[in-house]
């Protein structure tokens, strides 16, 4: 009688999954969306080229995926922080400091994904998306209307919030690990440069 094979556990596809998000994040960010096929992403991690498929539907719920997982992610860290009840200077900084992680840390792919693919994503997909980018902007906008309220900064509009998160992403391109800066420091004084640069 032949032994029946033990089918992997749950974690382990888990797994899978995670690594097929974190390859695709990557080569979506290095090479371009359209530029990135079923067959790198598994050579990626490993896999056949037709494997992938069991655990997405397609290369368009790959980016997704991708870019969804991104923003949760982002979106615990800075709940976390609001949760804290901080005043708004500490919470400020908290906040930077959150998405700083996220771009220079843990999730260096997603935010690029994001901004240079969005045009890539399904209808559908970008409705799932805004849903969860809307409570993530949602936080840091009532934290520049407590600033603006302790009479830290002028202007708590969303072109003052678009403003800061063009500039702290954009630290994805000249950053560097050794030098310096570290993360916390960098929190520390970009929080330090907005508040004073706003409250002339």
Partial sequence: MTARKTPPPLADEGNRRAELIRAAGHLFREKGYDATTIRDIAAAVGMRSGSPFYHFKSKQE?????????????LAAIEAVAACRLG???????LIRAHLDTILEH???????????????????RAEIVATKDRYEAIWQKTLKDLKRAGLIRDDSSLARLLIFGSINWTAQWYRPDGKLTIDKLAQRTAEFFLAAQSK
């Fill in 62 to 74: 790959m980016l997704k995926a991708v870019v969804l997982e991104g923003m949760l992610s982002a």
């Fill in 88 to 94: 708004p200077r500490e919470t400020f900084q908290a």
């Fill in 107 to 125: 999730g260096g792919d997603f935010v690029p994904v994001l901004l240079h693919e969005w045009r890539s994503l399904s209808d559908e997909s």
